[in-house]
């Protein structure tokens, strides 16, 4: 079995981190596994949702797709969520089952912080990395290369929104390109919507929108 990995906080998960999740499938892998954060050591999570809430959204989220799991040990272990102690839980889990190196999917903001994250090299060499483009034309940021730090990271996208590529300068590791289509949603903006009363109904499946109506999550009155 070939298996993927795709962590984040899903706050709440919406169909841009499902379309990617999909498209990396098709790499390939024949199951992935969504693995929510507990406590992001380089991003703040709003501690207005809970951790079992937000479990909930990607249970609803994922039900009827028998290509995607969730994986709850960073939520169940509690504490900063390290990438690192993920991946060596899920290679002992799985031991002997997994073809190969497993998947390691992130957004190229993600990627842009690798160098960054505990014990990095040891994580490029037990995953594969693939890298996702999450950035809109017009948003692209561009460093010189006497102020870039190691594995600062920048993807370009044409004007469809179709990723064009990994610029290997700025990125220190191999990797693997997701060539996805820009899916321009985010969950920072989906709360922001919520709060302020404005339109989020479609931006997130059917059965998410319901479990945040009924919980009230985000501020929402509705």
């Not at 693995?35 to 501690?47: D, E, G, M, N, R």
């Not at 929108?209 to 501020?219: K, S």
Request: with cysteine; proline share 5%.
């Amino acid at each position: 079995m070939r298996l993927a990995i795709y962590g984040g906080s899903f706050n709440p998960i919406h169909y841009g981190h499902l379309a990617m999740a999909d498209e990396a499938l098709s790499l390939g892998y024949d199951k992935l596994l969504f693995v929510p954060t507990f406590i992001s050591p380089h991003k703040q999570l709003s501690a207005s949702v809970s951790p079992s809430s937000r479990l909930a959204m990607l249970e609803a989220a994922i039900t009827g797709n028998p290509k995607f799991e969730i994986e709850p040990c960073e939520i169940q272990r509690g504490g900063v969520s390290y990438t690192i102690d993920t991946v060596r839980f899920l290679l002992e889990k799985y031991r002997g089952r997994v073809d190969g190196k497993l998947g390691l999917v992130m957004g190229q903001e993600i990627a842009a912080e690798f160098h960054k994250w505990k014990e990095a090299e040891q994580v490029a060499a037990f995953c594969d990395l693939i890298i996702a483009s999450r950035q809109n034309v017009g948003e692209r940021k561009f460093f010189s290369s006497a102020n870039k730090p190691r594995g600062d990271y920048v993807g370009g996208v044409d004007a469809s929104g179709q990723f064009m590529g990994v610029d290997k300068s700025r990125f220190a590791w191999p990797y693997k390109e997701l060539k996805n289509v820009i899916v321009p949603i985010s969950s920072t903006e989906i709360r922001s919507r919520i709060a302020q009363g404005k339109s989020w109904r479609y931006l997130v499946p059917q059965s998410v929108y319901e479990y945040i109506v009924a919980n009230r999550l985000y501020g929402c009155k509705q």
